[in-house]
Structure formats: C-alpha cells, structure tokens
C-alpha cells in the first residue's frame, strides 16, 4: 500500500530551479554572516586573553587585529553583524505577523542592504 | 525491504518537539543581543588599537565588563542554535552529529575563554 512509487516520488523545486530573488538572497547572506561570525567571535576573544596575559602578548595580537587584513576582517565582521541584526529585526517583524507581502518584504530588504552599510560608516566614525 | 514496516521507515525523521522551544529561544536572545549590540560595539571598537594599559582599564570597569560578558554567553548561545540549524540542513549520519558537537564546544568555549579572560583582567 505505502510501497508504490516508493523513492520516485517528486521533490518541491530548489535552488536550482528558482530564479534569484531579492528575499532568498537577504536570506542566505543573513545565514552567512550569522554563522561568519564564529571567526569574529574568535579574535574578539582571542584579543581579550591576550590583554589578560599581558602587555607583550597583547601588544602582538592587537597588532595583528588591527592591521591591514585585521581592518579589513573587522570592518566586514561589523558589517556582518549589522546586516544579521537588521535582518533579524525583519523576522521579528515578519514573526508579529507584520509586513509579509511581496512589496513590503522588498522594501524591508533593500532597508537591511542600505542600512547595515550606513550603520557601519556610522559605527566607523564614531569608534 | 517488505518486512520494514512504515513505522520504521519513518522513525527517527519526524518532529523531536523542540522547534519552537528553539523558535522562541533565538527571539528572546535576538532581541537581548540588539540591546546590547551598539555598546558592545562601542566597548570593543574602543578598546581595539589602544594600549595595553587602557585596555585593562576599560574592561576593569563594572558596566563595559557586564555588557561584553552578556554579549559572550547570550551571543555563544545564539550563534550555537543558529550553526546546529546550518549543520542540520546541510549534513546528514555521523557528520551531523560530529558536527553540532563540536561547534557546540566551540561556541561555549569562547564565551568562557572571553569570561575568563573578563575575570583576570578585573583581578
């Protein structure tokens, strides 16, 4: 009875078949940075034990964190982070209940783009 | 393949009954870590490039050491329930399982390597 057609049954569409679209694409990226922010958390830790161990060794990391390529880490990991929050401040908007048409959702996505890149001049400048 | 019943196909592959314990437990620590987002930003975009001295000051001190040592457990947490989700959806067997455990570790190993490091720093 439940055997018929046992593992020849069709899947729903993936990646593959749909076109790219603004939401899938906030979509992803906000599960990137998310889980990007493993290495972030790393050297921000990895930058406090060095100044618990003190002042050599610190010398050393924040040295290294704040080079040219720790700039760079850094710069993208706050960019990361405001994207991520902004986009979570959309589900918790979207969880309410709030904002789940087609327009609005677009809109909110291109509000997380802009936003988290002005967030993150504004956190440049004020740091 | 005829003597395995549909209930042993399908065990093991249904609902474990935690999603929404999971669900709400990402809103709550979302929201917490919004709050604390832009000051610990603030506390750490400060204290990097400074000196040592500053560093060991800044953090000494009661308000920034609270923030970042919320932002580290919250956070840990948040970032743990959010790769097990990633691993989930991607690995399968043994993989998986060698996989949460060991961004489970991971993840509260750095809160409590930060932790520690808070605790030294205000001894």
Redesign the interface.
Known sequence: M??VNRGNRPLSPHLTIYRPQLNSITSIFI?IT??A??VS??L??????A?????EY??TI?GL??SVLGDLV?TLS?LG?WYH?LG??R??IW?SGHGLDVKTSDRMGWGMIIGSVALTFL?LI?? | MAFLTDRKRVSGLGSARSGTGHHWTMTVTSIALLILTPFFLGIIGTGLGSEHGDVIALLSRPIPALVVAAYLIVGSHHLRLGMQIMIEDYTHGMTRKAAIILSTILCYGIALGGLVALIQIAL
């Open positions: 439940a055997d599960r998310g889980n922010m493993l958390a790393i921000v830790v990895w930058w406090m034990m100044a618990a161990s003190g002042p610190f010398d924040d964190i704040t850094m706050v982070l929050a979570g401040v589900h918790l969880d956190t004020a740091i």
